[in-house]
């Protein structure tokens, strides 16, 4: 009788070229995530613990603790509050002004369109420390210090060349015959945009958006200088006041604990996000 | 009564490019039309004119009365077939062929009985849950396809919709075309490179040269009396073989060669002849051949051979499909034209030249 091996057997053989990758893999992950992981176990050890040399990689019990967290009060929260909104709102406006004209440039042919696309990427050539002096100027003048609008416009117009230019090579590799289709089928420009076009586009929108987030979730040098009033202060700047005691003492433990918290969202928002980055749903539109 | 009407079409995209040149033509009910031609004849960019995609410069697109010209594409009732397919990824199946219904807000009991009546007859019932990314491409095909045919629009047009599929499944979707848009009864385009499927789907073949129509005829008429050099040249595989001959007091030669001309083309310099290589036979014992040659080449297709012969003193040479039983010994044959299939065309314009 003939014998039939089963699959599984098989798979179960680890050849030593997987093997070597695995461990290729675990090691480059490991490099990667050292940074975070040390940052996450010095927010969870005592000062003393911190201090201790040799360093302690495996506290015990008694080396943790979770007073770093609670010293940083209920006002921490305020500030990851703020930077949400802030970061927010300047991501919504970045995308809702940066994908129409990432649209309009990818597909109509504009006279002088290589001429818009330089002034785009020379904006973004601009080291913003040579910026915010003149924006100091500009926001006094106005008289929105410390209100939000002042950080909210500023990282709107920042982060849109990248927009601009990511969202329109986006769009350019996106398969005209679609549109065409829709346009055949009776959609008329407004609703192909939104049925057709738009549910194409929502990777890239989600890739870009969570870009212009990062950016302003981390931005320091506006948000010390236009923002003044305590309460209304964001991450970056609310972690770098923390201070010590005394100013012989350097507050690592509270420091690692707001930089945890203050990182938490973005990984929550790049995880919950990260299929649809990962994903590309234009698959299957188009004989592939 | 929907006709397809085009009159004087033309597309210029700028001075010196124009992809179409003052077409005219009409596609009554039930009829297929192919336009046929190589790439950049601007078969695409008149179907697109068809469509509405592209405005013309110049010229009219009628549909029975009513001028079309300037009505956007989505209400001129005309459904589209894209090469690419162009199914929307993120929409199932049942909600890609419903988008167009949907739009012209018919009612939805009368949606899912259409959907129901157009996927079974394109065999799509157990797919219509599915994103088209999940689809082969002989399923994309039929979706893309059964997404115009669920419309009942008043003209269907189609470009290349064969050309991405293989070889196998293509000469099966072929067929299906053929039933599916017999029972139309609607005006039919379709645009295609390929000549096979000009010929055996369509009922008019209109073949497109540098934005000009060079012949508008049924296929079979196409393949006997092709209108001028380019079009005998593009339709028919293998291609007709082409000799210029010199003209002498009624007689065409080329090196050996020497063959009568028809009447009313001896006064003439040169004249070009074209005969089809399934027109030519190997000479049969006892009978004088019309060249001789000698073979540089045989081709065996299983159901025919093609073999090329060398002959007169230059380089000129002839191709003749010869039925894979029939042998000849040595590498020298008599080949014989036969008379009734020869196709004459002036060696300047290329144009057909019919004897008197």
């Known amino acids: ?246 100013v012989f003492e350097i507050p690592y433990g509270p420091i690692a604990a707001a930089t945890v918290l203050g990182t938490i969202p973005l990984v929550i928002l790049v995880l919950l996000f990260q299929r649809r980055i990962v994903q590309g749903i234009t698959a299957g539109a188009v004989k592939g | 009564m929907p006709l397809l009407t085009l009159e004087n079409l033309r597309k210029q995209f700028a001075p010196d490019v124009i992809p179409v040149k003052d077409i005219s033509l009409t596609v009554a009910d039930g009829e297929f039309l192919t336009l046929l031609g190589p790439s950049g004849c601007g078969k695409s960019t008149l179907l697109r004119l068809i469509a509405g995609l592209d405005q013309p410069t110049q010229g009219q697109v009628k549909v029975g009365e009513t001028d079309l010209t300037t009505t956007p594409p989505g209400d001129r009732n005309m459904a589209m077939v894209f090469q690419s397919y162009a199914l929307y990824p993120h929409m199932t199946v049942a909600e890609n062929i419903s988008a167009a219904l949907k739009i012209r807000k018919i009612p939805s009991m009368e949606i899912r009985q259409r959907i129901g009546e157009v996927a079974d007859k394109l065999g799509l019932t157990h797919l219509l849950d599915r994103k088209p990314g999940k689809l082969s491409g002989g399923q994309r095909q039929r979706v893309a396809l059964a997404r115009a045919l669920v419309r009942n629009p008043d003209v269907f047009l189609l470009d290349e919709p064969l050309s991405n599929l293989d070889a196998l499944l293509r000469e099966q979707v072929r067929e299906e075309l053929k039933h599916i848009f017999n029972a139309q009864k609607k005006p039919v ?100 051949p019309t060249l001789k040659g000698k073979v540089t080449l045989v081709e065996n297709f299983g159901r025919e051979q093609l073999v090329t012969v060398q002959f007169g003193e230059g380089s000129s040479k002839i191709r003749a499909v010869i039925p894979p039983e029939q042998e000849w010994s040595g590498d020298h044959v008599g080949l014989s034209l036969k008379a009734a299939k020869m196709h004459w065309f002036d060696s300047k314009t290329g144009d057909r030249l019919s004897p008197t």
Not at chain 1, 168 to 179: I, T, V, Y
Not at chain 1, 220 to 239: G, H, N, S
Not at chain 2, 238 to 254: D, E, H, I, K
Request: aromatic letters at 10%; charged letters at 10%; hydrophobic letters at 50%.
């Open chain 1, 1 to 246: 009788m003939l014998k039939v091996q089963s699959p599984t057997t098989t798979k179960t053989l680890i050849s030593p070229g997987r093997l070597l990758l695995w461990v290729g893999v675990i090691l480059m992950v490991g490099f990667c995530l050292a940074p975070v992981l040390w940052q996450l176990l010095t927010s969870f050890k005592t000062n003393a613990a911190i201090s201790t040399i040799p360093t302690i990689y495996w506290p015990n019990w008694n080396q943790l603790t979770a007073a770093h967290y609670i010293g940083l009060g209920g006002e921490f929260l305020r500030y990851m509050g703020n930077s949400f909104f802030v970061s927010f709102i300047s991501t919504c406006l970045c995308l809702v002004v940066g994908a129409p004209a990432a649209y309009s440039l990818a597909r109509l042919k504009i006279p002088g369109e290589n001429i818009i696309l330089g002034l785009i990427l020379i904006v973004s050539l601009f080291p913003y420390v040579l910026l915010f002096l003149g924006l100091l100027e500009i926001v006094k003048a106005v008289g929105i210090g410390n209100n939000y609008i002042a950080l909210i416009v500023p990282y709107t117009a920042i982060n849109l060349p990248l927009t601009i230019l990511v969202l329109r090579s986006f769009f350019q590799q996106l398969p005209k015959d679609l549109e065409d289709s829709a346009k055949m089928d009776g959609y008329n420009t407004v609703a192909m945009l939104q049925h057709i076009v738009l549910p194409m586009t929502i990777p890239a929108l989600v890739t870009t958006g969570i870009l212009t987030f990062i950016f302003a979730w981390n931005e320091f040098i506006f948000a010390l200088t236009f923002i003044t009033r305590p309460e209304m202060e964001t991450i970056p700047v609310a972690v770098a006041k923390i201070g010590g005691a005394s």
């Open chain 2, 189 to 288: 385009v379709y645009v295609t490179h390929d000549q096979t499927e000009a010929m055996t789907l369509s009922s008019k073949v209109a073949v497109l040269l540098d934005g000009r129509i060079q012949q508008l005829d049924p296929p079979s008429r196409i393949y006997t009396h092709p209108a001028n050099r380019f079009v005998a040249g593009f339709v028919g595989s293998p291609q007709m073989n082409f000799l210029a001959l010199q003209s002498q007091g009624g007689v065409g030669t080329l090196g050996t060669l020497k063959l009568p001309l028809p009447n009313g083309l001896g006064d003439r310099p040169t004249v070009d002849l074209g005969v089809r290589p399934e027109d030519i036979y190997l000479t049969p014992t006892g009978e004088e």
